[in-house]
């Protein structure tokens, strides 16, 4: 499996941004696809989920600002992100979460999203 990550970029606050994560190769078992971002000096930390079921979880900070969606026909995840702060600026990864009896993670490598005030 490999996740592509693109759609980051420079915006003002308060502008919205889409990201998506293209993804190739087999999609089995039970999974999560989720978004994780790593500002700069901070640990990675999870934004947001959505499970097969599509069931959804968001921090708190992002909580109604920030849509986690997914279309599994084209095997992509998406984050659209309304209402930009600065503080949202960090490099955003897509994961997806594997579990076939083992929990396998697959990770991809980040797109940087800045936002000025």
């Excluded at 308060?14 to 089995?28: D, I, N, Q």
Aim: aromatic residues 14%.
């Amino acid at each position: 499996v490999q996740l592509q990550a693109f759609g980051g970029g420079s915006v003002q606050a308060g502008e919205s941004l889409k990201l998506a994560c293209a993804g190739f190769g087999s999609f089995y078992g039970i999974s999560l696809m989720r978004w994780y971002r790593q500002a700069p000096g901070k640990e990675r930390e999870l934004v947001a989920a959505i499970a097969g079921d599509d069931s959804t979880h968001y921090v708190d900070s992002v909580k109604g600002r920030f849509t986690i969606s997914r279309d599994n026909a084209k095997n992509t995840l998406y984050l659209q992100m309304n209402s930009l702060k600065p503080e949202d600026t960090a490099v955003y990864y897509c994961n997806y979460y594997r579990w076939d009896g083992s929990a396998t993670n697959f990770w991809g490598q980040g797109t940087l999203v800045t936002v000025s005030s």
